[in-house]
C-alpha cells in the first residue's frame, strides 16, 4: 500500500476531513518522526514501534566498478523495531 | 516524541480538535497494522518501506544458561529507510 492509498481509505473513512487535509495529516505524521530522528530524538509510537538512529562504523568500501579502496564514512542509520503489539499481530494463528 | 506529540503537530496544522488529531493518528496506526497484518508492504515516499518477511525455524540458544531450545518460524516487519531518510539524518 502507497502513501496515496493510505490518504484514500483514511479520507474515506473521515468525511469531516478533505483529501487535502488527510494528505497534510499524513504528511506532518511522517515528517515529524523524521524531524524527531533529525534533532537525535526518537519516536515510539504505543502499540506499533519505535523509530531511533544507529550508529554505523566507518568501513573500508570497494568501488565495484574499479576496484578501487575507498572509505566510507561512519553515519547515522534510521531503524525501526516493531513493538510487542505489532509483532504478535503479525504471528495470531 | 510519542503518539501524543504527533497529534499535537497535526492540530497546529490542521485545523481539528487534539482529540480528532489523535483520533486520526490511531487510524493511521490501525491501518498499517492491518495492511501489514494480511502480510502485505506499506510505501511511504521519503520515507521507507515496511516490509513483513517470514523466518523460518532455527536452532537458539539460552545465553544464560546455554539451553538449546527451537525458535518457531515467525513473520517480521521490516523497515528499510528512504535514500531521503537516510540523507537528512546525516545532515
Known amino acids: 500500500m502507497t502513501k496515496a492509498q493510505i490518504i484514500e481509505k483514511v479520507a474515506e473513512q473521515i468525511p469531516t476531513l478533505t483529501k ?19 534533532k537525535g530524538d526518537k519516536t515510539e509510537i504505543r502499540g506499533f514501534g519505535s523509530f531511533r538512529l544507529r550508529s554505523r562504523r566507518m568501513k573500508e568500501g570497494r568501488n565495484p566498478k574499479t576496484g578501487t579502496t575507498v572509505s566510507v564514512p561512519a553515519k547515522k542509520v534510521p531503524f525501526f523495531k516493531a513493538g510487542k503489539e505489532l509483532k504478535e499481530l503479525l504471528n495470531k494463528t | 516524541m510519542r503518539k501524543a506529540d504527533i497529534a499535537n503537530e497535526i492540530f497546529e496544522k490542521v485545523g481539528v480538535s487534539k482529540k480528532e488529531a489523535a483520533d486520526i493518528v490511531e487510524l493511521i496506526l490501525n491501518l498499517l497494522k492491518s495492511v501489514l497484518q494480511k502480510g502485505e508492504s506499506v510505501k511511504i515516499a521519503g520515507f521507507g518501506n515496511f516490509m513483513v518477511r517470514s523466518k523460518g525455524a532455527r ?14 518460524p515467525r513473520r517480521v516487519v521490516t523497515f528499510r529507510p528512504s535514500q531521503v531518510f537516510k540523507k537528512y539524518v546525516n545532515q
Open chain 2, 59 to 72: 536452532k537458539g540458544r539460552n545465553p544464560r544458561t546455554g539451553q538449546e531450545i527451537g525458535i518457531t
Open chain 1, 20 to 38: 487535502r487535509q488527510v494528505e497534510i495529516v499524513v504528511n506532518t505524521m511522517f515528517n515529524s518522526i523524521r524531524d524527531s530522528l533529525h
